[in-house]
């Protein structure tokens, strides 16, 4: 499976403060998709990015808020725009395993503190 | 709504027993399902996939899938501490996505 490194682990960031979490692959991936894992709950999906075209957003999440690039295969950052407290969560990246079936791999995640 | 249920627990076994964990999905169309593990402060890791009806087994890991039934389970056995841990059910929808349940919490008492 692919090898997923994602940073910052972890941060605390002031209210109104943006912070751009990035995900890296050892190698070319069609689907990179990023997550959102708050407190006690399970993973929500934000948006699929795919290399060459717009990231497509699930319903509840906006790009003026979560603004996506994936500039090639292997690399794809995550920005969470003028925060609040409420964007307190774990931010998960994954890559879709181009020898499975929808099998995906998960990053170590961003633990992120709003105060 | 694409939902996939799980019972959150806890879910406690003794030692050695084998742990059943059941999830429930709406999506009929759906043809890959997963369960992942995560472990406390970790990330989600992929453990079991099963795409046919029928039992899978990986070591101590069985999936069983009944899609009549929109059914899918983990069974462990010989369950160990080690195993104590957060279980989550995936089942794709609209293709590549994956949706997951809530997830249910395992701990094996030793």
């Known amino acids: 499976s692919a090898v997923i490194s994602q940073k910052p682990s972890r941060d605390i960031c002031q209210r109104g403060t943006s912070l751009t979490i990035q995900c890296q692959v050892d190698s070319q991936v069609t689907m990179m998709f990023w997550y959102r894992q708050q407190p006690g709950q399970s993973l929500t999906l934000i948006a699929t990015?795919?290399?060459?075209?717009?990231?497509?957003?699930e319903s509840g999440f906006v790009i003026d808020k979560f603004p996506i690039s994936r500039p090639n295969l292997t690399f794809s950052t995550l920005t969470v725009s003028n925060m609040s407290p409420e964007d307190s969560s774990i931010y998960l990246c994954s890559v879709e395993d181009r020898e499975g079936v929808n099998i995906q791999y998960f990053g170590a995640g961003t633990r992120l503190s709003v105060l | 709504q694409k939902e996939v249920e799980q019972n959150s627990g806890p879910l406690s076994v003794p030692e050695g027993a084998i742990a059943s964990l059941n999830c429930t999905y709406s999506d009929r169309g759906s043809q890959s399902f997963f369960w992942y593990r995560q472990y406390s402060g970790k990330s989600p890791e992929l453990i079991m996939s099963?795409?046919?009806?029928g039992d899978k087994e990986d070591g101590r890991f069985t999936a069983q899938l009944n899609k009549a039934s929109q059914y899918v389970s983990l069974l462990i056995r010989d369950s160990q501490p080690s195993d104590s841990a957060t279980y989550l059910c995936?089942?794709?929808?609209?293709?590549?996505?994956?949706?997951f349940g809530a997830g249910t919490i395992l701990r094996v008492k030793s």
């Open positions: 099963i795409y046919s009806n």
């Open positions: 990015a795919n290399q060459g075209s717009e990231a497509t957003y």
């Open positions: 995936a089942v794709n929808s609209y293709g590549n996505k994956l949706v």
